[in-house]
């Protein structure tokens, strides 16, 4: 500790360099002093420079294989991301000037890319109809509506086939009826090439390994899924077959003319031409199945605010979400603040077995809780109605209002020892001369409570009663794990229900469980309603609590 | 009837300031005692859902119907039952998430608090209230966009794709700076300055101050960040459920939620078994840390 009592460690000089040290950087103006490194590790190459180097070669390494793959996946928003996060990456750690993002860098680049980027993704999603049906792009539309609708060509010639591996996917090996041979996978095309025909049929070729009848038997399906294309023209159709043996030639019905951009189907002659809405539209107005991402303004949000299905449910659930949020803060605070002062005398005995106690619900994991009073309150078994009711069957989960009620009832229990704890905080660093001069004025105890405590009790814990309304108001475990959103809604063409808030709204229109169909677009929507929301509270927060000011 | 008690209390207290001992029962009863009748009430009540899943964990029918008689049977049937079932990869899953988040989320977060704590650069008061201004938005309010962003991330590197744990690992530190660099950033702001200008006179440069005097100094924050990180990720529901696919790869909250809504009857008494094995870990780390998450919770709001 000597060390530390450096004369110069008090003094006012201490941001002057060591000038041995420091003789590689130049000058600067004062203000900078503090930014320049007096010395840095880059300029003597000692262990933490090479532990550095270490560092950057791996993560150098890993950029290097995240661009190579991108490359071949041709994903080049990802490709430009990498490039671009390398670039900085190794600009910030082998330059001098830029001690301070050294250190910041790591945690910036997580957050950028699961958090910053994925708010403005929400946004724009929310502006498409990206979706069960319009997955992707409109090339990869043309080529999956030109795939999903084959039929075999009638009177073509059968193609004596092989079924045959790279190693891991599969292809075929066929003989054409001109006696040449090709080769091709679901990805590349039939090529030509050189191989062994025996008995008329492919039996070795370069680079590819010829499956036996028992690995055919192992991979069936594979093998009758597996379509290789006759060209790179998807017009031109595919190779097919049912026996591993034969292959038939397949073309699509739905031809695609790219100079008119039409979608013609060769069976009825109806020409389909792409709308706004990413379908392509036949003259009397039926669409073909797979359509593309487009942009579709605000159609997204007037869904939800005024679309009949979905305008009734979303105003019940935004209503729910607030009298939800609001009834969860306001009773586990009440019910907080009353132990905290119940237990707050000084000359109370095992007053910290009553608080260890007390906060035990709020040290149970997050999602054990809801689990654990699902099964409690479950009707037909549970012990609430079983032993407490004495065999009633009370409908706590599955009535809408009982549920309500239910939900309050649990995050009640789930919630009150987080307001017990901070209450207690708060009443014990409470100013005792306001307390003691309160005293002297002759005011009793309700009064002083009423007058003195409560009023420095709500100064000191609204920010955080604030935080957790908007804990609250997202708390999509609790919901989902308890009643799963349930009741439902009489309509059920929405899959919603009577205590969903509108997190599980969210979660249900995306469709990721399966239950409803994939609304991408719609789901990111309601999400920009909550962080609009979200936003409103928190600049409530700030303004009350001016918390920016503590930044100094 | 709280009122009433009060003002007797009050009552009380003015007329007869003389020792506890020798009062009578009446005025113990109205200064202290009725404390202690709130007291066990309320414990009942906070600590009866959790006697009641210790029983049924230990009760031997394992049906939701069989746990209602607390404590009827004692048998160890479904702990032992848990073997046979995913349970324990979900645990293993559910720990090495979160120590591996928490960690990460330690490291970053130090980092980025030491670097706004201690240097004076462009666009500081910018980061901090960047920060401050993130923090207010969960991450999971954008599941839907992590999703997609994971579904095209995977189609490059499988390992950051859906399904994958070291991907879920990536989007929990994502919300690593937001949340805890204020925690740290205010401690690390009570480390007097003077320790560091001296390790620099002494010709220390940034990176040595800061692994070898200033972590160490910080170390108790260190430690409540870690483990606050640890029951965080432990808990979270929302984006696991969303991105682990497989059952293998499950953590336990949606392992046990998977129990829970399918079968509800029949899995009742594993479920309670697990519930009790994954509470344990969490409410040790709880107790241990009680005294700071109180100092934690309230430092930052008490200042009125």
Known sequence: MTDLQHPGATSATVDRPDPGADAATPPKAPRERRVRPDESPAGRYGPGFLVKLALMAVVDAFGAYVVWSAWVAESWVVLGAMVAMLAVANWVYFSRRTVPLKYVLPGLIFLFTFQIFTIAYTGWVAFTNYGDGHNSTKDDAISALLTQNERRVEGSPSLPLTVVTDGDALGFAVVRPDGTTAVGDADDALAPVE????????????????????EILERQGEVTNLRVPLSDDPNDGSVRTQDARTGYVFTPTLVYDEAADTMTDTTTGTVYTPNDEGQFEAADGSTLQVGWRVFVGFDNFTTAFSDSRYAGPFFQVVVWTFVFAFLSVATTFLLGMFLATVFNAPHLRGRKIYRTLLILPYAIPGFVAPLLW??????????VNQVLLGGAAVPWLTDPWLA??????????????????????????????????????????LRTWRSVTMPLLLVSTTPLLISSFAFNF???ALIYMLTGGGPRFADASVPLGHTDILITMVYSVAGLDGSAPKNFGLASALSIVIFVIIATISAIAFKRTRSLEEIN | MTATTLSEGRAADRRAPAPARRRSAGRWFADTGWRHVV???????AVFPIVYVLSASLSAGGTLTGSNQLFDTI??????????????????NSVQVAVVTAIGTVLMGAAAAYAFSRFRFQGRRAGLTTLLIVQMFPQMLAFVAIFLLLISLGEV????????????????LGGALGVNTFLMYGFFNTIPRELDEAAKIDGATHAQTYWTIILR????????????????????????????????????????????????????????????????????????????????????????
């Open chain 1, 474 to 476: 997202n708390n999509f």
């Open chain 2, 217 to 304: 100094l910080v170390t108790p924050i260190l430690a409540v960040v870690a483990l606050l990180s640890i029951i965080a990720t432990f808990g979270e529901f929302v984006i696991a459920r969303v991105l682990l696919q497989s059952e293998s790869n499950w953590t336990l909250a949606v392992g046990l939620y998977s129990w829970v809504s399918s079968l509800l009857e029949a899995n009742w008494g594993l479920f309670a078994a697990g519930a009790v094995i994954s509470t344990i870990p969490i409410l040790a780390l709880f107790m241990f840390l009680q005294k700071y998450i109180v100092g934690g919770l309230t430092a930052g709001s008490v200042k009125g």
């Open chain 1, 404 to 445: 309500k009620f239910s939900i309050i009832a649990v995050n009640l229990w789930l919630g009150f020892p987080y307001m017990f704890l901070i209450c207690t905080g708060a009443l014990q660093s409470l100013p005792t001369d306001v307390l003691e001069a309160a005293k002297i004025d002759g005011a009793g105890r």
């Open chain 2, 75 to 92: 048998s160890g049937t479904n702990y032992a039952a848990l073997a046979d079932t995913a349970f324990w990869s979900w645990f293993a």
């Open chain 2, 39 to 45: 007291g066990v009430v309320f414990i009942v009540y």
């Open chain 1, 374 to 383: 699902s099964g409690l309150l479950n009707r037909s078994f549970g012990f």
């Open chain 1, 195 to 214: 191989a062994t025909v025996t008995e008329g049929r492919i039996a070795a070729v370069d680079g590819w390994e010829v499956l036996d009848r028992q």
């Open chain 2, 157 to 172: 590197v499988p390992a950051l794709g859906l399904n994958s744990k070291v991907a879920l690992v990536c989007v929990y």
